[in-house]
């Protein structure tokens, strides 16, 4: 942070209120998310929670197709198709395995 005070003589521009504001957002947003993140680690198992935290590529492309007029290569998509069907195959395996524990301590 202290480093970045050196840039301030080299044409750099002072934000507006509104860029000020957006950014304060996402500072506050992003800790936000993280403590969540980090409270459902602690609370559900952690091989539920994890395929969630890469499905976050999966918005990034999203947003940055309709935010900035990005268009997601091949690879890309097919990045993010192995991100949600292993989400779904994780989810699929976790409530058969729940399943079969609960009907395991009730004989």
């Known amino acids: 942070m202290l480093l970045s005070f050196l840039s301030f003589y080299q044409n750099w521009i002072l934000p507006s ?4 504001f957006l950014l304060s957002l996402i500072g506050i947003l992003g800790g936000l998310a993280n403590l969540w993140l980090s409270q459902s680690y602690k609370l559900s198992e952690v091989s539920l929670v994890t ?3 890469y499905l976050a590529l ?3 492309i999203i947003f940055g197709y309709f935010i900035w007029d990005e268009v997601p ?8 198709g192995l991100v949600i069907l292993s ?3 994780i989810f699929r395996r976790e409530l058969v395995l729940k399943k079969r524990l609960s009907v395991s301590r009730h004989e």
């Open 51 to 53: 395929p969630l935290k």
């Open 58 to 60: 999966v918005f990034a």
């Open 73 to 80: 290569t091949f690879k890309t998509l097919l990045g993010a």
């Open 17 to 20: 209120l509104i860029d000020l």
């Open 87 to 89: 989400s779904f195959i």
